[in-house]
């Protein structure tokens, strides 16, 4: 007697009610922050193309901090070496949620977002390796097109006024968590230079007690915020980029609530709830204020389309993010067998493949710790802008193009007639996991 055909599961299906919660909770902050980050770019954008320009590279270049410690460093430096540490520790963060609960919780739910992300980092790379060895350019720069910028994504979604439904927001949540995850491994592995033993050792130690504290259950931030501290210090003197300890310190945080202690809370929702905000709406625009100060000329956009490293990065962001993201996608479906909501199409995903090009915040991080020469480091940050608005342009044509059908499925998805704060479609269907059940 043959076996009964393996169930098929739904891609882009909707969510579990637990997971949709958070998923929104994060998405509203992201999103108001890449409004704020949109805003922060292009006043760093005027503000580097007036006559004032010197101002803004004098304010940027002011060194303040404490030399004896090795930690005298240039208001652009800090808010790339310390500011962004509070990024990357929500985003590690939110990987361990996603490995332990959400959408990377199983080798199954894992693989296709996973192959997705991954393809939309090494297609990329691949395109930038291609463009400048058929130009005789240098190979530096490859790890630049590779991430993707979730705030700056959500925010062009904001601004397109469009109802597009929670799974596919979701999904590309769950992209940019792991190509960030990529990207600051990138970093790690090949932009680390002087390594100092002593100091690694230090900021490992930290992290084993970092651990210890939260296996242990011990609260109270009095523990947390000077260990952190003395974490991203040691880091950064040990020669590896400090945003590397953001991510590690997000991934030691317990993320999961432990019953038996009465908790209302991981610490990992915790630290996720009070730092999120502070991270898109202060810690991300503050960056792109001081690295988003391109001077533009006529001269710096032509070479951008005739130089072979700005033109590998542009390639990458709007054609590589796109093709790896998509095939990425498509493959990975047909592998698992997953079958694709009927209520959405093929060209849904490639929407957001291409939305997926907006590479701002880590492309222009990776930018600076690539090109160290400020001519070549302007051509390539002009290079990710331009890139970026070009992929924001073709997916604000293609998101609004199924806007009719994104409005028409939120709406199904969001309505809640008896105001229970339930939307009744997660009551009518009994095989739903029940809200507050993971």
Not at 13 to 36: D, I, K, S
Not at 147 to 156: E, H, K, R, S
Not at 177 to 189: F, Y
Not at 281 to 294: C, Q, T
Request: aromatic share 10%; net charge neutral.
């Amino acid at each position: 007697m043959s076996a009964a055909p393996r169930e098929r599961s739904v891609f882009l299906g909707l969510l579990p009610w637990p997971e949709r919660v958070q998923v929104a909770r994060a998405l509203r902050t992201e999103t108001v922050g890449g409004l704020v980050l949109l805003g922060a770019a292009l006043v760093a954008l005027v503000w580097a193309n007036t006559p004032w320009s010197a101002s803004y590279e004098s304010l940027r270049d002011v060194h303040f901090g404490v030399p004896v410690l090795g930690l005298d460093l240039s208001v652009q430096h800090w808010t790339a070496d310390g500011l962004l540490t509070v990024f990357f520790l929500v985003a590690g963060i939110e990987l361990k949620r996603e490995l332990l609960v959400g959408g990377l919780s199983t080798p199954a739910m894992a693989l296709l977002p996973v192959v997705a992300a991954v393809c939309g980092m090494v297609v990329p790379a691949a395109i930038y390796l291609a463009a400048v060895t058929a130009g005789g350019g240098r190979a530096d720069g490859w790890a630049v097109p590779m991430a993707t910028d979730i705030a700056f994504a959500l925010a062009v979604l904001a601004v397109l006024s469009t109802h597009l439904p929670t799974a596919l927001r979701a999904f590309l949540l769950t992209l940019a968590v792991v190509d960030d995850l990529g990207a600051i491994l990138v970093v790690a592995v090949f932009f680390s230079s002087g390594l100092r033993p002593a100091a690694l050792g230090g900021a490992f130690a930290g992290l084993v007690v970092f651990y210890l504290l939260q296996r242990f259950r011990v609260r109270g931030w009095w523990w947390y915020v000077p260990l952190g501290v003395a974490i991203w210090a040691l880091t950064y003197n040990g020669g590896v980029h400090a945003t590397v300890s953001g991510v590690a310190m997000g991934l030691a945080l317990r993320c999961v609530r432990g019953p038996e202690a009465g908790e209302d809370s991981s610490p990992g929702e915790r630290a996720e709830y009070l730092l999120r905000p502070v991270s898109a709406g202060f810690a991300v625009p503050l960056f792109a204020l001081f690295a988003a100060g391109v001077s533009i000329s006529p001269r710096m956009l032509g070479e951008t389309f005739t130089r072979p490293e700005p033109l590998g990065v542009l390639l990458g962001l709007v054609v590589g993010k796109s093709v790896g993201i998509f095939t990425g996608t498509y493959l990975a479906a047909r592998f698992t067998r997953a079958r694709l909501n009927p209520d959405l199409a093929w060209a849904d995903v490639f929407a957001l493949a291409v939305l997926s090009g907006i590479g701002f915040t880590v492309a222009l991080l990776i930018a600076e710790v690539s090109f160290p020469d400020p001519t070549a480091t302007g051509q390539i940050k002009a290079a990710v802008l331009l890139g970026s608005v070009l992929a924001a342009g073709a997916a604000t044509l293609l998101v609004k193009r199924r806007d009719r059908v994104y409005r028409r499925l939120w709406e199904a998805e969001s309505r809640d007639e008896d105001a229970d704060g339930i939307p009744n479609v997660y009551q009518q269907h009994p095989d739903r996991p029940a809200p507050g059940e993971h």
